[in-house]
T-cell receptor, first 115, second 112 residues
Framework: NAGVMQNPRHLVRRRGQEARLRCSPM?????VYWYRQLPEEGLKFMVY????????ESGMPKERFSAEFPKEGPSILRIQQVVRGDSAAYFC?????????????FGPGTRLTVT | GENVEQHPSTLSVQEGDSAVIKCTYS??????FPWYKQELGKRPQLIID?????GEKKDQRIAVTLNKTAKHFSLHITETQPEDSAVYFC???????????FGPGTRLSVLP
């Protein structure tokens, strides 16, 4: 059973470009969470999605950021017109449907560098 | 919404000593409390968790205790080893929204 997959692992973008980060949850998991982590800091919640639904996006900046989790395919975190302050590690995590199993597992992260 | 605090922010112990990290949460509806270990440049890894119907759980050198009345839970690491050095995060899962709220982390250094 493969774990949570994220790609790319490293992404370099110039200011103003778009960044697309992908997350494939563990098999059988239908809940996906995205977090941002700056160096030497904690995990900042961004968005929580289930298939085709955004459940909680209270941590997402109002502009330039969007997320989706389509019926088929990976979850995508999209950052438009990136700025230097977007440079961070972005972690995706997944957890099973809410049937009493709550464990949340993290992917390896995508390290975004904006030049 | 839920708020999770974590103390201390940094902790240094001698190899072989015990380490204790404490977290408090605000929402009495939270029912699941995991602990994650994150080594430098790596992903957070789930090391132990506890549910609200249990007061204590142990896995080899690691144990977690939960006090629902006081709304706090703690991670205990015994016989610490240099490879235990990492940042540890606690979290609480909101039973209503099913979201996870993380503490700010504790940087543990185990000195040989």
């Amino acid at each position: 059973n493969a774990g949570v997959m994220q790609n790319p692992r490293h992404l370099v973008r110039r200011r103003g470009q778009e960044a697309r980060l992908r997350c494939s949850p563990m098999k059988g998991h239908s809940h996906v969470y995205w977090y941002r982590q700056l160096p030497e800091e904690g995990l900042k919640f961004m968005v929580y999605l289930q298939k085709e639904n955004i459940i909680d996006e209270s941590g997402m900046p109002k502009e330039r950021f969007s997320a989706e989790f389509p019926k088929e395919g990976p979850s995508i975190l999209r950052i438009q017109q990136v700025v230097r302050g977007d440079s961070a590690a972005y972690f995706c995590a997944s957890s099973p449907p809410n049937r009493g199993d709550y464990e949340q597992y993290f992917g390896p992260g995508t390290r975004l560098t904006v030049t | 919404g839920e708020n999770v605090e974590q103390h201390p922010s940094t902790l240094s112990v001698q190899e072989g000593d015990s380490a204790v990290i404490k977290c408090t949460y605000s929402d009495s509806a939270s029912n699941y409390f995991p602990w994650y270990k994150q080594e430098l440049g790596k992903r957070p890894q789930l090391i132990i968790d506890i549910r609200s119907n249990v007061g204590e759980k142990k896995d080899q050198r690691i144990a977690v205790t939960l006090n629902k009345t006081a709304k706090h839970f703690s991670l205990h690491i015994t016989e610490t080893q240099p490879e235990d050095s990492a940042v540890y995060f606690c979290a609480a899962r909101d039973n209503y929204g099913q979201n996870f709220v993380f503490g700010p982390g504790t940087r543990l250094s185990v000195l040989p």
